[in-house]
T-cell receptor, first 116, second 108 residues
């Protein structure tokens, strides 16, 4: 299957700093990428959907100025958590899909963010 | 907005038992449904993808069915093994809303 690489796999940062997470599709062109967060013992919650070259569409309750998403190319999307706070500590996962709506999505391995 | 529910939330079975995990969704206008496995603290492993035109999909000891009209999918695991212990998630497009998950423990 196709490979989605997410980096870093874990990161610790201080409160008030910003953290960037990268999501790359290694062997296919991802026209659409999704970003999720997962709290302990909970399911994945969709944060936003991004299409290459367009502004991301955020789910209700997700602050777009805090979680900046850039999908500048067909193989790379980034999520930047700005002015991070301890409550932003979570597991963040990206997924990528090609243009066809009936294809499966491929997931990165996730990033464990801890804000201290 | 699509809502996805999984029952049961947790399941504990002895090794060798066959089991069924359930997934229900509110909007039946889906293109496909995907089942995943997640080990603690890890990312997702895709298990099966069922297209809307299909009713079943099989991979090894796993069999997934899809009934769009009733908004349901089931994941059947045959002859369960301790290594099957994980959380199982179903997800529906286009945004891949995830179900609440079923935490499976297979007891040796």
């Amino acid at each position: 299957g196709a490979v989605v690489s997410q980096h870093p796999s874990w990161v610790i940062c201080k409160s008030g700093t910003s953290v960037k997470i990268e999501c790359r599709s290694l062997d296919f062109q991802a026209t659409t990428m999704f970003w999720y967060r997962q709290f302990p013992k909970q399911s994945l919650m969709l944060m936003a959907t991004s299409n290459e070259g367009s502004k991301a569409t955020y789910e209700q309750g997700v602050e777009k100025d805090k979680f900046l998403i850039n999908h500048a190319s067909l193989t790379l999307s980034t999520l930047t958590v700005t002015s991070a706070h301890p409550e932003d500590s979570s597991f963040y996962i990206c997924s990528a899909r090609t243009a066809y709506t009936n294809t499966e999505a491929f997931f990165g391995q996730g990033t464990r963010l801890t804000v201290v | 907005k699509q809502e996805v529910t999984q029952i049961p939330a947790a399941l504990s079975v002895p090794e060798g038992e066959n089991l069924v995990l359930n997934c229900s969704f509110t909007d039946s206008a889906i293109y496909n449904l995907q089942w995943f496995r997640q080990d603690p603290g890890k990312g997702l492993t895709s298990l099966l993808l069922i297209q809307s035109s299909q009713r079943e999909q099989t991979s090894g000891r796993l069999n997934a069915s899809l009934d769009k009209s009733s908004g349901r999918s089931t994941l059947y695991i045959a002859a369960s093994q301790p290594g099957d212990s994980a959380t199982y998630l179903c997800a529906v497009p286009n945004q891949f809303y995830f179900g609440t998950g079923t935490s499976l423990t297979v007891i040796p």
